[in-house]
């Protein structure tokens, strides 16, 4: 019997073994690579890949595929076709890297700029100058300050987000809100100095602006994230940003300023102006804040002002018929300064890259420079409301689209997103409330002297993130006092801030050449 | 009999606490369930729910109107019937010879098992296996990397220690052979430590989203994980743009928890028995 036991086993076990050995041998991996000499108006199937979440988007590409391929090649860009496919996430940049080392990275894909930048050191991407002298609305609608970030040793390795030339299409959204019904109720002006902004929010919190009776109102509020930018602003500097002083750059947050401003906080904390609960909220907290009418006065995007262009300041109005939020420039300090951050679109939106591998990347260039064209003929509607008259309509006087189509049905039908591998910021659908806070927002804008992240601040992340945090909030609550300032600077540079402003500075000066 | 009054007020405290727990363990899924049938405006304002505001079926009606909703389920519920079913296949068949006494070799069969269990050959390589066996943007690449697992194999062997070899014995007396023996005899006596395993497979196979989104790239096999993924964030996006949609992110969110959630919730009733049954067989018999 054990005999038995044995040979059935042994012979069992060699299978297996047989088995997974032929299995691993097999291979039937046929690269598939186009060639380069065939004419130039051979049809080529670009790959794209997108770190966007459509669940919409057709399998085959829809209608949109179909239009916008045929729509190029009577611009002259024959033989084009795509195919766009997606993945949703924070682990996108994981397969991102998968891919890159199976060696299947597609054609032209999204990619953040930490990632880039070992792709470039790896040569897994290519420079795109060359391609780029056939682009000119690229070149136009793309800033230069946006190109810098993404060039590596002189060349451009990149592709960012551009934006169209009206002031309402600008990155910077972001300026201080406040509640004006609240305001007017209070018989109170918009407040456009610290001091006046002071008085604002003492009413807001004490003088029951929302008149139910009940001592219930707060005045500024913001998330565990907030630095409350437009205060610093008023003292000319953003924490976060580097700052311009003898010839040199220094983080925000280093300079004398700041302990001014965190004097100032710490002050208004003290009289109760400032939430309590801001080192501990979420945006979803602020909003459900918001929603029900407890914050007077707030830092966010300017499409608030327009209850059909967010849901939050639609929740508002539903819950509060009479409520409006109005947007106003960030408050003026001591010495007239004021401002708000610059946005870094390059940042905040991923980049694109293309593979070196990539097909015909002069035609790809060529399309795509197709697509944000907005002239008779071009792709730059088309691509993003669809077919004029059908999904959209626009009115040229005053430079305004409607859109027919809602977005999930444009999305079907593959249109808008994720197909827009160029993509230029465009806000001609918005209401004028929505154009007159944007560029109310934009109007003074403090910017960045560097938007590169160095090395030494991905060696030293905490820096920022918990360290200065950390200061910031225990200051301003009054946990620590105001002298602790001092010691948060010491501390940052001992524990490498140094080193990222030396290198910081090398990297600046090489930008000024 | 008369209970003490301090017996007393000890059970109503206990019941009051238990009650209080359970509340609590119960309260987020009814949170869901209620801001999901909410309105934009009303889940948007938080707090409490104990009932649905502004009752409404949108937030569904946005989720099942994605036309890949139907496909993902479809390959979800592949990917987890097949899985499940060959995973248990293959752990059992492992773990039987491997709790024979009498087997030649058996420590080296498991130190190589136990290996798995400590070392694991990474991201990278593990995808390159996949690709070299023409698994990538397949179903299958969700199914066979991770077909067997060490841990499951030992709590299948244990099981399989517990019973009787007599019973195997007079089996083979009667004619059959360890083929024969494991699939009449073993196989039907490990329904408990099956089920169980086949839960968690399950389960595990149901969520698994980091695969799906690495191996594949096709549309057309999308999984239910992946899809919901898509949807929220094709929400958010939404938002950030200020695009307004007709239901709030919040309320797409919960609506697509419970809709993912709901079929996992169907099946655990019907394997839970097993489990108690599991714990009994352990430890009355001797």
């Known amino acids: 019997m054990q005999k038995k036991w044995k040979l059935s086993t042994t012979v069992a076990s060699m299978t297996i073994l047989a088995v997974l050995a032929s299995g691993c041998g097999g291979s039937n991996n046929t690269p598939n690579k186009g060639s380069n000499q065939a004419s130039e108006d051979k049809t080529v199937t670009y790959k794209f890949l997108r770190n966007s979440g459509i669940a919409e988007y057709p399998a085959d590409g829809g209608e949109a595929r179909k239009v916008l391929t045929e729509a190029a090649a009577n611009a002259g860009i024959k033989g084009v076709d795509f195919i766009a496919q997606q993945a949703p996430g924070e682990d996108y940049q994981t397969k991102l890297n998968l891919l890159a080392s199976a060696d299947d990275l597609p054609d032209f894909f999204d990619i953040d700029s930490m990632t880039l930048s070992r792709f470039v050191e790896q040569g897994l991407v290519q420079p795109i100058d060359k391609y780029l002298e056939n682009a000119p609305h690229l070149m136009k609608l793309i800033p230069q300050y946006y190109w810098d970030q993404v060039t590596f040793d002189g060349k451009i390795y990149a592709l960012p987000n551009g934006m169209r030339p009206e002031a309402f299409n600008s990155p910077n959204v972001t300026s201080v809100l406040v509640r004006q019904d609240w305001l007017d109720a209070l018989n109170l002006k918009a407040p456009t100095t610290l001091d006046e902004l002071h008085d604002v929010l003492r009413a807001f919190v004490s003088d029951d602006p929302d008149q139910n009776g009940k001592n219930d109102t707060l005045g500024l509020s913001g998330t565990k994230l907030s630095r409350y930018n437009s205060i610093f602003g008023a003292y000319g500097i953003i924490p976060s940003f580097w700052m311009e002083r003898d010839g040199q750059i220094q983080k925000g947050f280093t300079l004398p300023e700041t302990k001014q401003v965190l004097t100032l906080l710490q002050q208004w904390y003290k009289e109760g102006l400032i939430d309590p609960d801001f080192p501990v909220m979420e945006t979803k907290q602020l909003n459900e804040k918001i929603i029900n009418s407890k914050v007077g006065l707030f830092e966010n995007d300017a499409f608030l002002v327009d209850p059909k262009a967010n849901p939050t300041s639609e929740a508002l109005q539903k819950a509060t018929p009479a409520s409006k939020l109005t947007m106003i420039a960030p408050p003026k300090g001591p010495d007239g300064k004021s401002g708000n951050p610059e946005t870094n679109a390059v940042a905040s939106a991923p980049l694109r890259a293309l593979s070196v591998k990539a097909q015909n990347p002069d035609k790809l260039f060529r399309y795509l420079d197709w697509l944000v064209d907005d002239s008779e003929g071009g792709g730059f509607n088309l691509g993003l409301y669809g077919v004029e008259g059908t999904d959209y309509t626009f009115d040229k006087e005053k430079n305004l689209i409607t859109q027919s189509t809602s977005y999930a049905d444009l999305y079907k039908k593959g249109y808008n997103n994720p197909i827009r591998m160029a993509f230029i910021i465009d806000r001609r659908w918005t209401t004028e409330a929505v154009r007159e806070g944007i560029e109310t927002a934009q109007k003074n804008i403090i910017s960045n002297a560097l938007w590169k992240t160095v090395p030494a601040e991905l060696d030293y992340p905490d820096l920022e993130t918990k360290l200065w945090s950390e200061y910031f909030v225990k200051i301003v609550t009054g946990v620590w006092s105001i002298d602790k300032f001092d010691e948060f600077v010491q501390k940052y540079n001992q524990q490498g801030g140094k080193q990222i402003a030396e290198q910081a500075n090398e990297e600046w000066k090489k930008m000024k050449k | ?286």
């Open chain 2, 1 to 286: 009999m008369k209970k003490p009054i301090a017996s007393k007020i000890f059970d109503a405290g206990n019941g009051i606490f238990l009650i209080f727990l359970s509340f609590i363990t119960l309260y987020p899924l009814w949170h869901e369930i209620s801001l999901s049938l909410s309105s934009k405006a009303e889940a948007l304002q938080g707090g409490f729910f104990f009932f649905p505001r502004g009752f409404t079926f949108q937030a569904y009606a946005n989720v099942l109107s994605s036309d890949y909703i139907w496909v993902a389920y479809g390959n979800t519920i592949f990917v987890t019937v097949v899985g499940t079913l060959l995973s248990l296949l293959v752990t059992s068949s492992m773990a039987y010879p491997l709790a024979k006494r009498t087997l030649p070799w058996k420590n080296v069969w498991m130190t190589l098992i136990v290996f798995t269990m400590i070392f694991s050959g990474g991201m990278i390589p593990v995808y390159l296996v996949v690709k070299e066996l023409s698994l990538l943007n397949t179903l299958w690449a969700l199914i066979l990397p991770n077909l067997v697992s060490a841990f499951n194999i030992i709590i299948v062997i244990n099981f399989i220690r517990g019973i009787p070899e007599e019973i195997e014995e007079s089996a083979m007396m009667d004619g059959a052979n360890p083929i024969r023996i494991y699939f009449s005899i073993i196989i039907p006596l490990c329904k408990p430590v099956l089920a169980t395993l086949a839960l968690w497979i399950a389960v595990g196979l149901w969520n698994n989203f980091f695969a799906a989104l690495i191996y594949l790239n096709d549309k057309a096999l999308t999984t239910l994980p992946l899809l919901i993924r898509q949807i929220i964030a094709g929400q958010q996006l939404a938002e950030e743009t200020g695009q307004l949609a007709d239901s709030s992110t919040e309320s797409v969110i919960a609506a697509t928890i419970l809709l993912s959630i709901i079929p996992i919730l169907a099946v655990y009733p019907y394997l839970q028995k097993y489990f108690v049954k599991g714990v009994m067989l352990g430890s009355v018999k001797s």
